[in-house]
């Protein structure tokens, strides 16, 4: 009896201390943007902590504290910000507990191409795996069939071979499982009305309600940056809060799978960086985790948060990070400087071959890793801009 | 909803944010915005139809009222379909109950006969107006009143010799075909030989078997019985000098005949003084019927070739009367009987074409609708081109109706396992949905025409199989049934599936 006990108690610390880790983890986080003054960062991620806990109250004050922000932040932000901020954080961290991560698959992809009737474009058997939480990254030159894949995976284009495998859903019909998955091309389709109210349709036809309904437009316009925007109509903002208010749109109907065309095509620097993060961010919600599955040219960007990256050139997957990666036979390394190439391979000794793009040195070694050439650069007095190790990159097949 | 438009109050905008939170597929549809706007447009539209200075005894000035209104009910339904209607739950690929197609064209169907009702409001409004302006008893009273004094007034010209037919019985054999009267009627007695009688013509004799006969002589205003098969039938002149057109059988029972009038009128010789009463009174009541337009009739001068009747017709200015008379019974009995029946289908059959047309609009791409327009378009040209040139009759043109469902439901149910969206198929959903409908009516014509083919080929002409016209009805409702359960079962569920199938 006196063993049943402990075996359960060991159970349930074990549990406990499991589940609340990454959540205090998250937490202790967001104290410290606080105290190091990022706060925009922090105010984003305590939207992100209040919607795990799946309470309205919690998601309101959230939204206050967001609203709040937003109003000081040119002026300085008040004590009051700090002290509402905190004690918000404080109720988040009592009502963790209740959440277990676990990781679900979400679609299996087996051998899937397609070949189209008019043109020579086909694109070449690819089998790949989305599980909850997962950021999954196709990269590649234009026309080489990055959007196709994407289509195919969304259910638009009908598949010439292979097949795709949806786990969670029992019998799904195509309905079923486009409801469950959301895909945003890359040109936008026109939304007519005010944004805001585009936004609530979006959340009431996936069946979030009533107030639920409001505070959840209010938490998406906040977390995205569009509340300013948000009475404003399709033509009166530009393309990349287009962008922004699609993905707002989309992530209210609360998907499963969310696949996105070149999300970076309209977004500037900043929003790219922020954009990328806060999917996958999002992609791990304790409350909502979902598959991402999305194609742009912005390699490095895409490699920095995504799980996996796909390189697809001339329809087939030419490589993919993780398992291939532990492939590569040299270091690689992308650097832009002011010295001449004679000045590079003087201090390269042979060790290494160059190419030089117009912009940038490519630097292929058999020997030397990326921090042997940087000290040896930095040892010669060599200038450097840009320097970047893209051994395990996709960028090396480019 | 927060837009600004114009006339929309606070309560609407409160009702319209409630059902964008709660009830999207109904807020999709749009229809507190036509109801509201629609019921706001029909109450303008009747305030000016009302304040319209046309007199109920004038010419009907529908036709135009109802063509303008039309324009503006185009108009409405485009910006409801084009401005209202962007938003669809179905594409958006959300929750959508069983019935939702059900309750969505049921929502289209209501929208929709408020736009097409726009069109029923002046003719309303004109019956209305002229209910107030006259009543039924009034315009009988009136017209009797006319007929009586005129009757009296020239009393003097209605003293001659009637005219008589010579009507005998003989055998069915020997029996001459006669005119039949439609308005025979029974006296209560007969007036023997009232004044001189003269033949109208030496022929005017008529040979009858025994029920022409019977008939002949019940429908008689008085008779001469010169043996028991052979009597003169005399017939009162015409004194019904006002004779408007009722557009209502019922009234006709309430005016007085040419026999009436002769009875009430003869015998009772008015003096000079109470002439001029007469005809003081006759002024005032066609004063009343009489339209200023209408008045250049008396224009006309009387003519020496004028017969007895032309003259009273132009003293009186009695055509001008008349119309304006028929006009105010036209406006009043507009609804009446059969018409009221067509009105009613023009309604039904309307609001039901558009509504299913929005309906296909909504759940197939824009393309595939308007291909299946195109199609439906040029099967219908190829089919009457084909069924001309062979000369088809009507069982074969209800044939190749026939053929055309079955055909368009095969092709539609193709989607149940098809792994490809494909146009055909969605061309033939949307045809079939649109026809299905007209199934039982089509199905009934075809049954009766069969029918009516075996009783010819069985040299039985004027029999009809049945009557069509009472069975009519319930196909059509049968019709309507089918659509529903149809939308509710196998058609939503071709349009969930269809639509969400990958493109090729």
Aim: proline residues 4%; glycine residues 4%; positive net charge.
């Amino acid at each position: 009896m006196l063993l049943r006990w402990y075996g359960n108690f060991r159970f349930f610390t074990r549990t406990f201390i499991l589940t609340l880790k990454p959540m205090h983890k998250r937490i202790a986080e967001i104290q410290s943007y606080l105290q190091h003054n990022d706060h925009s960062l922090a105010v984003r991620r305590i939207l992100d902590a209040s919607l795990d806990t799946a309470d309205l109250s919690l998601l309101k004050e959230a939204i206050q504290v967001s609203q709040l922000y937003r109003q000081y932040k040119e002026a300085g932000l008040p004590p009051s910000f700090f002290e509402t901020a905190n004690t918000l954080l404080n109720k988040i961290n009592n009502v963790t507990e209740r959440f277990t991560e676990s990781t679900r698959l979400l679609v299996t992809a087996t051998e899937i191409g397609k070949t189209y009737g008019s043109g020579n474009f086909s694109l070449k058997p690819i089998s790949l795996q989305v599980k909850t939480g997962d950021v999954l990254g196709i990269v590649g030159e234009n026309g080489n069939g990055k959007t196709t894949l994407l289509r195919c995976m969304a259910g638009q284009l009908a598949l010439d071979s292979g097949e795709l495998h949806f786990p969670q859903l029992q019998n799904p019909d195509h309905y079923e499982i486009k409801h469950q998955l959301a895909f945003i091309p890359q040109r936008i389709p026109k939304w007519y009305g005010q944004l805001k109210d585009n936004l609530h349709f979006s959340a009431a036809i996936s069946g979030v309600k009533g107030e639920e309904n409001t505070v959840m437009v209010d938490f998406m316009l906040e977390r995205l940056d569009l509340t300013p925007y948000a009475h404003l109509t399709w033509n009166q903002i530009s393309s990349g809060y287009r962008t922004r208010f699609e993905i707002a749109r989309i992530l209210l109907q609360k998907p499963k799978l969310l696949i996105l065309d070149e999300p970076l095509a309209n977004l500037d620097i900043n929003a790219q960086q922020s954009i990328l993060t806060d999917l996958r961010f999002m992609a791990k919600s304790v409350h909502n985790p979902m598959g991402i599955l999305l194609s742009s040219q912005q390699l490095h960007e895409v490699e920095k948060i995504a799980d996996t990256v796909l390189l697809i050139k001339k329809g087939s997957c030419l490589f993919r990070t993780g398992e291939q990666e532990k492939t590569a036979t040299a270091f690689v390394i992308e650097l832009e400087t002011t010295a001449n190439r004679d000045q590079l391979l003087t201090v390269l000794a042979a060790q290494g071959e160059l190419q030089f793009n117009g912009g940038f040195y490519t630097i292929n070694s058999a020997t030397l890793p990326a921090q042997e050439i940087l000290t040896k650069l930095v040892t010669a007095g060599i200038p450097i801009s840009y320097f970047r190790d893209i051994t395990h990159s996709t960028k090396r097949f480019i | 909803m927060n837009i600004k438009r114009p006339l929309m109050p606070g309560f609407l905008k409160r009702v319209d944010q409630k059902l964008l939170l709660n009830k999207p597929g109904i807020w999709s549809t749009r229809i507190h915005l036509v109801v509201y706007y629609g019921i706001l447009f029909l109450l303008v539209l009747g305030v000016i139809c009302f304040l319209e200075p046309n007199d109920p005894r004038a010419n009907s000035t529908t036709e135009p009222w109802v063509g303008f209104v039309s324009l503006i009910a185009g108009i409405g339904f485009i910006v409801w379909m084009i401005y209202l209607l962007r938003f669809n739950v179905f594409k958006k690929y959300g929750i959508i109950h069983p019935l939702h197609a059900l309750v969505t064209f049921f929502l289209y169907f209501i929208s929709t006969g408020i736009i097409v009702s726009f069109g029923y409001v002046h003719p309303i409004v004109e019956t209305a107006k002229a209910n107030m302006a006259y009543s039924t008893k009034e315009i009988v009273d009136d017209v009797n009143n006319i007929n009586i004094k005129i009757y009296q007034l020239e009393y003097n010209q209605f003293q001659g010799k009637w005219d008589y037919d010579t009507v005998e019985l003989v055998k069915k054999d020997t029996a001459v075909a006669a005119p039949v009267y439609d308005d025979a009627q029974t006296f209560v007695d007969t007036i023997a030989a009232p004044v001189e009688a003269v033949s109208r013509n030496e022929y005017d004799h008529y040979q009858y078997d025994s029920t022409g006969f019977s008939n002949k002589i019940n429908a008689a205003d008085s008779l001469i019985k010169l043996k028991d098969s052979l009597y003169l039938v005399y017939q009162t002149p015409q004194l019904q000098f006002l004779d408007p057109y009722l557009y209502n059988v019922g009234i006709k029972e309430h005016l007085l005949s040419d026999f009436e009038l002769f009875r009430k009128v003869h015998g009772h010789r008015s003096t000079l003084a109470q002439q001029d009463t007469i005809y003081k009174e006759l002024s005032l009541l066609l004063k009343k019927y009489e339209y200023p337009v209408y008045a250049s009739y008396p224009t006309v001068e009387v003519g020496t070739s004028d017969s007895r009747w032309e003259i009273i017709q132009k003293k009186y200015r009695l055509p001008g009367i008349e119309s304006s008379i028929s006009h105010v019974l036209k406006k009043k009995y507009r609804w009446n009987g059969n018409d009221l029946q067509v009105y009613i289908r023009i309604f039904y059959y309307l609001t039901l074409g558009f509504t299913l047309l929005i309906f296909i609009f909504r759940h197939t791409t824009v393309r595939t609708f308007f291909l299946s327009i195109l199609a439906g378009v040029l099967i219908t040209i190829f089919t009457v081109l084909i069924l001309s040139f062979a000369r088809a009759e009507a069982i074969q043109v209800l044939v190749c109706l026939s053929a055309y469902v079955v055909l368009f439901l095969f092709l539609a149910s193709t989607v149940f396992w098809a792994k490809k969206r494909s146009a055909i198929s969605g061309i033939a959903l949307n045809i079939f949905t649109l026809i299905v409908a007209a199934v039982p009516i089509s199905l009934l014509a075809l049954y009766y025409e069969y029918r009516h083919r075996q009783l010819r080929l069985n040299n039985i002409y004027d029999v009809e199989p049945f009557d069509l016209e009472k069975y009519a009805i319930y196909a059509e409702v049968g019709g309507s049934v089918l659509l529903l359960v149809l939308i509710s079962t196998y058609l939503s569920k071709a349009y969930r599936r269809w639509y969400a199938l990958p493109e090729n």
